[in-house]
């Protein structure tokens, strides 16, 4: 069973990938979805949240468009994200409370220069899941994630990959937002994917997390 696969992943190296591995039915719905969407409906991606958002053509250059309910493929999408918090909470005790995610385009020349979806401490996004929609894709079209080894202060050795994860249709990746950086090399063309992340609840009285 993939969600099963997924967790003892998790548990034994903190990530996951599976190729090939997003039911096909989803797979068609969300492909056939993301590349009609209109060009305007995605936005400059950028760094930071919230106040601390800046737009950055050093760090990455792709675009996105957050993803809602307002839609068959969408509705079938935050469905089955929903089936693995719940697999993934009953198994390792995780508390995954929501989930947010969003469509990513890299056109020719794009990327996303190393770096983490959470630090230490923050408390917020605790697993990344990326899922690829790349219909036909060659080696040759570019466009890998590349996950690292979390580096210590001290290590002699910096930028070890631990994986190089061509964007094929229909894979799955899975990790520890906290522990691993990780990168998008150059896109030879148009390249899309989803890009979400598990949170815990962090509300307080006055402040809703995550933010709407």
């Given at each position: 069973m993939l969600f099963d696969s997924i967790t003892n992943d998790i548990i034994d190296k903190g990530y996951s990938i599976s190729h090939y591995a997003l039911p096909d039915e989803l797979?068609?719905?969300?492909?056939?979805h993301i590349t009609t969407l209109p060009k305007g409906n995605y936005k400059r991606a950028g760094i930071g949240r919230a106040k601390e958002h800046a737009i950055s053509d050093v760090i990455r250059t792709d675009e996105i468009s957050w993803i809602t309910n307002n839609?068959?493929?969408?509705?079938a999408w935050i469905k089955w994200t929903r089936s693995l918090?719940?697999?993934?909470?009953?198994?390792?005790?995780?508390?995954l409370?929501?989930?947010e995610s969003h469509f990513s385009l890299?056109?020719?020349?794009?990327?996303?220069?190393?770096h983490k979806d959470a630090f230490k401490g923050e408390d917020n996004r605790v697993l990344s899941v990326v899922v690829y929609l790349n219909k036909n894709w060659s080696v040759a079209d570019g466009g890998e994630l590349v996950i690292y080894e979390n580096e210590s202060p001290t290590a002699f050795v910096a930028d070890h990959s631990i994986?190089?994860?061509?964007?094929?249709l229909g894979t799955i990746v899975v990790f520890l937002s906290e522990e691993f950086p990780h990168e998008v090399l150059p896109s030879e063309c148009d390249r899309y994917s989803i890009a979400g992340w598990f949170r815990l609840n962090n509300s307080t009285f006055n402040k809703i997390d995550p933010p709407s």
């Open positions: 797979t068609t719905l969300l492909l056939q839609s068959i493929a969408t509705c918090q719940n697999y993934l909470n009953r198994r390792l005790f995780l508390g409370f929501s989930f890299y056109t020719k020349g794009d990327f996303y220069k190393k994986a190089t994860v061509m964007p094929f």
